[in-house]
């Protein structure tokens, strides 16, 4: 049953509560609430951050002019409320699934959505963008960026800050504190506080304190400057902010609805220097279940909304990212020098087992994915065998520093790539499609790709043996295949791969996890008379060049198949190829790969079925290398 939502009903785009009191603003947020619990406990989705905002949020495009007045979401994923009050509501139902509502901020999707988002601390240095086009071009709308204190452990937040002050006169920062706080509320007298410092009242008084300071000697003025401001900043703790330029107010209750308006107004008013309202908050404020629970339902699949329970299916197999945590804490047994980073993903990339197991040898560093590989290069130069856990599209934000700071060096630091290839419901932005090509160009990086959860152990010994290069190795999202783990994997030989299958008409050469799918697709060949070889790289660099030659000596045709973008694996094997002249005898070749665009959330069957990854993809390539009639492709798809 939906819930009962009277005033919200009334509400198609934030205009509609300008109008409103406060009381009723709070009314609205109630029921914005309920309704947020119910639409994702049909989709699922990220709730606990979203629930955290709720009252923010109305007070937000209350107070400020949406969409003439920019307000930028850090990250996204706690935008639902903000969605559903931006016209989007009839859609709401519809998120993450294909052809609905991203789970993130879209500038396609919404007017409302100034700036797309899903990584972190990306808020603050768009809306300085947006500050310094509208001072350039005369215009007087505001700016206004919500951020999170888990976002600020990223040093790209301080550099848009530190940038800032220098910039611009009006820009509000919205610091949505709501795990570990900066400063902790103290009730009324905190909220009370924060109205009055940002008042014009305590304003004028300050700009009259600094007038009189003025007729002071020098030495005096700066001293009444600083007596001024630590002062302030003993009360407020904003004295750091204040440092960075900013006019720091806080820190206020999150969800008192009477202070939010209120302290939102005066900042609103303030524009002689950029402002940071710090804000705290309750992640899964409201909802019992996400109150109690461990991660707040930062992320849940369906869910029974009375009580809580989340409709996860069965699974015989374990997850990739279980098997590679698992793996890690028994070679950490072992080996004492094995050390795990992970940068505010402990949890999602595994290590929390490791941390569980070795908490002197885990390291969280935040949102940092920079300082996280060179943190990782500075422990393996002293000759730890450190292990660098990142997701895949995350790992892109560290990527001069795995150039500059440890593929020059040749330091050994072993780099799990999380979440590699397509990742259904988070969409693009989550996709990890460019580490094949991006690591892979790297001088003297080892690049894996394990098949299955089984080959995953394989690859984790393989790092943990490789003590004079960089390695990495990637695997998806989601459950493994169901083979049997070794009680205690080996490693491979290094740039050797195998044959899986033998054939003669056609060779199809995978690298990780679409081997399963590449075996289908050779069964579906064979009950149609082709025969084909199917192998298993294993490696991308370096390239096993003699199982490559051979594959292309005894078959008609190669087809590489990746779950990367162009420019990967199957660029680095057409290379390789060239090079020692087995194009020259006329060996057709198809590289299969992503596609050349950024692919839209939906169901991880129907991405693989679009990017023509799945076993049919694999066989309508087959016979089109193979120069097959129509009649022969129809055949073989029945």
């Given at each position: 049953?939906?819930?009962?939502?009277?005033?919200?009903?009334?509400?198609?785009?934030?205009?509609?509560?300008?109008?409103?009191?406060?009381?009723?603003?709070?009314?609205?947020?109630?029921?914005?609430?309920?309704?947020?619990?119910?639409?994702?406990?049909?989709?699922?989705?990220?709730?606990?951050?979203?629930?955290?905002?709720?009252?923010?949020?109305?007070?937000?495009?209350?107070?400020?002019?949406?969409?003439?007045?920019?307000?930028?979401?850090?990250?996204?994923?706690?935008?639902?409320?903000?969605?559903?009050?931006?016209?989007?509501?009839?859609?709401?139902?519809?998120?993450?699934?294909?052809?609905?509502?991203?789970?993130?901020?879209?500038?396609?999707?919404?007017?409302?959505?100034?700036?797309?988002?899903?990584?972190?601390?990306?808020?603050?240095?768009?809306?300085?963008?947006?500050?310094?086009?509208?001072?350039?071009?005369?215009?007087?709308?505001?700016?206004?960026?919500?951020?999170?204190?888990?976002?600020?452990?990223?040093?790209?937040?301080?550099?848009?800050?530190?940038?800032?002050a220098e910039t611009t006169?009006?820009?509000?920062?919205?610091?949505?504190?709501?795990?570990?706080?900066?400063?902790?509320?103290?009730?009324?007298?905190?909220?009370?506080?924060?109205?009055?410092?940002?008042?014009?009242?305590?304003?004028s008084i300050r700009n009259?304190?600094?007038?009189?300071?003025?007729?002071?000697?020098?030495?005096?003025?700066?001293?009444?400057?600083?007596?001024?401001?630590?002062?302030?900043?003993?009360?407020?703790?904003?004295?750091?902010?204040?440092?960075?330029?900013?006019?720091?107010?806080?820190?206020?209750?999150?969800?008192?609805?009477?202070?939010?308006?209120?302290?939102?107004?005066?900042?609103?008013?303030?524009?002689?220097?950029?402002?940071?309202?710090?804000?705290?908050?309750?992640?899964?404020?409201?909802?019992?279940?996400?109150?109690?629970?461990?991660?707040?339902?930062?992320?849940?699949?369906?869910?029974?909304?009375?009580?809580?329970?989340?409709?996860?299916?069965?699974?015989?197999?374990?997850?990739?990212?279980?098997?590679?945590?698992?793996?890690?804490?028994?070679?950490?047994?072992?080996?004492?020098?094995?050390?795990?980073?992970?940068?505010?993903?402990?949890?999602?990339?595994?290590?929390?087992?490791?941390?569980?197991?070795?908490?002197?040898?885990?390291?969280?560093?935040?949102?940092?994915?920079?300082?996280?590989?060179?943190?990782?290069?500075?422990?393996?130069?002293?000759?730890?065998?450190?292990?660098?856990?990142?997701?895949?599209?995350?790992?892109?934000?560290?990527?001069?520093?795995?150039?500059?700071?440890?593929?020059?060096?040749?330091?050994?630091?072993?780099?799990?790539?999380?979440?590699?290839?397509?990742?259904?419901?988070?969409?693009?932005?989550?996709?990890?499609?460019?580490?094949?090509?991006?690591?892979?160009?790297?001088?003297?990086?080892?690049?894996?790709?394990?098949?299955?959860?089984?080959?995953?152990?394989?690859?984790?010994?393989?790092?943990?043996?490789?003590?004079?290069?960089?390695?990495?190795?990637?695997?998806?999202?989601?459950?493994?295949?169901?083979?049997?783990?070794?009680?205690?994997?080996?490693?491979?030989?290094?740039?050797?791969?195998?044959?899986?299958?033998?054939?003669?008409?056609?060779?199809?050469?995978?690298?990780?996890?679409?081997?399963?799918?590449?075996?289908?697709?050779?069964?579906?060949?064979?009950?149609?008379?082709?025969?084909?070889?199917?192998?298993?790289?294993?490696?991308a660099k370096p390239l096993?060049?003699?199982?490559?030659?051979?594959?292309?000596?005894?078959?008609?045709?190669?087809?590489?198949?990746?779950?990367?973008?162009?420019?990967?694996?199957?660029?680095?094997?057409?290379?390789?190829?060239?090079?020692?002249?087995?194009?020259?005898?006329?060996?057709?070749?198809?590289?299969?790969?992503?596609?050349?665009?950024?692919?839209?959330?939906?169901?991880?069957?129907?991405?693989?079925?679009?990017?023509?990854?799945?076993?049919?993809?694999?066989?309508?390539?087959?016979?089109?290398?193979?120069?097959?009639?129509?009649?022969?492709?129809?055949?073989?798809?029945?």
């Amino acid at each position: 049953m939906p819930p009962i939502t009277p005033l919200l009903d009334t509400v198609n785009s934030p205009a509609d509560t300008r109008g409103l009191s406060v009381a009723q603003l709070q009314q609205l947020a109630d029921e914005l609430r309920l309704e947020t619990i119910d639409a994702v406990s049909q989709t699922g989705g990220h709730l606990g951050a979203g629930l955290g905002v709720v009252e923010l949020t109305v007070a937000l495009h209350h107070v400020y002019e949406t969409p003439k007045d920019i307000l930028i979401w850090d990250v996204g994923h706690q935008a639902y409320p903000h969605k559903i009050l931006t016209g989007r509501r009839d859609r709401i139902r519809t998120l993450r699934q294909g052809g609905g509502l991203s789970g993130f901020t879209k500038r396609t999707e919404s007017e409302y959505d100034p700036f797309g988002a899903a990584h972190a601390a990306t808020s603050i240095s768009a809306a300085l963008g947006f500050a310094a086009a509208r001072d350039r071009e005369g215009r007087d709308n505001k700016v206004v960026a919500v951020i999170g204190d888990g976002s600020m452990s990223a040093g790209m937040a301080y550099e848009a800050m530190n940038n800032a002050a220098e910039t611009t006169r009006q820009l509000t920062v919205i610091l949505n504190d709501n795990d570990m706080s900066i400063a902790p509320p103290v009730g009324g007298m905190s909220a009370y506080m924060a109205r009055l410092v940002s008042g014009d009242g305590y304003r004028s008084i300050r700009n009259l304190g600094k007038s009189v300071a003025k007729a002071l000697p020098r030495p005096l003025q700066e001293a009444a400057r600083k007596a001024e401001e630590y002062a302030r900043g003993m009360v407020t703790g904003g004295t750091f902010f204040e440092e960075l330029g900013f006019y720091y107010v806080g820190p206020i209750d999150g969800h008192d609805m009477d202070a939010l308006v209120h302290v939102l107004q005066n900042a609103r008013n303030i524009d002689d220097k950029p402002v940071l309202v710090h804000v705290v908050t309750q992640k899964g404020k409201g909802y019992g279940p996400a109150e109690n629970a461990a991660d707040k339902y930062h992320g849940v699949v369906k869910f029974d909304v009375v009580t809580g329970k989340q409709a996860k299916g069965q699974t015989n197999a374990p997850s990739y990212t279980r098997v590679f945590a698992e793996e890690l804490v028994k070679h950490g047994q072992v080996d004492p020098k094995i050390v795990a980073i992970t940068a505010a993903m402990p949890a999602g990339t595994g290590l929390d087992l490791f941390g569980a197991r070795f908490p002197e040898r885990t390291f969280d560093v935040g949102i940092a994915e920079q300082h996280a590989v060179t943190f990782a290069a500075g422990l393996a130069a002293d000759g730890m065998k450190p292990f660098c856990a990142i997701y895949s599209t995350f790992l892109q934000r560290g990527y001069d520093q795995v150039v500059h700071d440890v593929a020059i060096q040749k330091l050994p630091v072993r780099f799990a790539m999380d979440r590699a290839g397509l990742v259904g419901a988070d969409g693009s932005t989550h996709a990890g499609s460019f580490d094949i090509g991006f690591m892979g160009a790297l001088p003297g990086m080892v690049l894996m790709g394990p098949s299955d959860e089984a080959e995953l152990a394989h690859a984790v010994a393989t790092a943990v043996a490789i003590d004079d290069a960089p390695s990495a190795f990637r695997y998806p999202r989601g459950e493994g295949v169901g083979v049997e783990i070794p009680a205690m994997a080996q490693p491979w030989e290094i740039g050797k791969g195998r044959i899986v299958r033998e054939g003669t008409a056609l060779a199809i050469l995978s690298f990780g996890t679409r081997l399963q799918e590449s075996l289908k697709a050779a069964d579906m060949l064979a009950a149609r008379g082709l025969s084909a070889t199917v192998a298993d790289a294993r490696f991308a660099k370096p390239l096993d060049i003699d199982l490559l030659l051979r594959l292309a000596r005894e078959h008609e045709a190669l087809i590489t198949v990746e779950e990367g973008s162009v420019g990967g694996f199957g660029a680095f094997v057409l290379h390789a190829l060239a090079e020692h002249g087995a194009l020259d005898r006329g060996l057709k070749v198809r590289t299969l790969v992503l596609p050349d665009a950024f692919q839209e959330h939906d169901k991880p069957e129907l991405q693989y079925a679009e990017a023509g990854l799945d076993a049919e993809g694999i066989v309508r390539t087959a016979i089109k290398t193979l120069g097959l009639d129509a009649a022969a492709a129809a055949g073989l798809r029945a």
